[in-house]
């Protein structure tokens, strides 16, 4: 056999290979004895407190847009976003407020914690 066969052979096994290596690991069970699982404040979410004009609020998807200022708890300039709130958690509020709130911060996802009117 030539190499040149051998070289186009190796080729064309190649993806293959690396393909059935890389397995879903759905269903796996995994054995997380003695490894060390602390989180970090990153990792668990972060507390701030803002204060801002309530914009919006959505009952039915549990949500409130709000134009609050500077967070400096979380080095963020003053925006309009959106913010999930549990339910009830926006009695007595309605658009237009000026309210205060505290809120927890996770990656991309925002919950309202505590909110009142100004």
Do not use: C, Y
Not at 22 to 42: E, I, L, R, V
Not at 45 to 69: E, F, L, M, P
Not at 70 to 90: D, I, N, R
Not at 98 to 113: A, L, P, R, Y
Request: hydrophobic share 40%; proline share 5%.
């Amino acid at each position: 056999m030539k190499i040149a066969s051998i070289a186009f052979a190796s080729l064309l096994l190649a993806p293959a290979a690396f393909a059935a290596d890389k397995q879903p690991m759905d269903g796996m069970q995994m054995d997380h004895k003695g490894m060390d699982m602390q989180m970090d404040h990153k990792s668990a979410g972060q507390t701030a407190t803002a204060t801002g004009t309530v914009k919006k609020i959505d009952n039915d998807k549990g949500t409130v847009t709000i134009a609050h200022g500077p967070v400096e708890a979380l080095g963020w300039p003053s925006m309009t976003m959106g913010f999930k709130a549990p339910p009830g958690q926006l009695e007595g509020v309605k658009e237009g407020d000026q309210v205060e709130f505290e809120f927890t911060s996770k990656g991309m996802d925002s919950t309202i914690t505590r909110i009142e009117k100004q």
